[in-house]
């Protein structure tokens, strides 16, 4: 009798230490351990499909002509509007 009682403890309790020991894989999944330990960066996972694509939403810049390149600031140049080539803003709820 007693040997069926201990049976059901002793594999819940193997059960346990087994699912503990798999814990510690998880954390070899965090980004940083994978880059250290096998050289892999983001590009490298979203090339082979591993990873998702992020969004990030670009800065805002109004760009202007001059005599050389383009001239791009962070706020409207005021007076300058008959300069400006376009602008790029952050859309509305980010």
């Avoid at 819940?12 to 965090?30: K, R, S």
Wanted: glycine share 8%.
């Amino acid at each position: 009798m007693r040997a069926t009682f201990y049976a059901p403890l002793c594999a819940a309790l193997l059960l346990a230490v087994l699912f503990l020991a798999g814990c510690d894989t998880l954390a070899d999944l965090h980004p940083d351990r994978l880059r250290a330990k096998y050289g892999w960066t983001e590009e490298k996972m979203l090339a082979r499909g591993w990873l998702d694509g992020r969004f990030i939403p670009a800065q805002t810049a109004y760009c202007y002509h001059t005599l050389a390149d383009p001239e791009c600031f962070e706020e409207p140049q005021p007076g300058e509007e008959s300069r400006l080539i376009g602008f790029i803003a952050n859309p509305v709820g980010y």
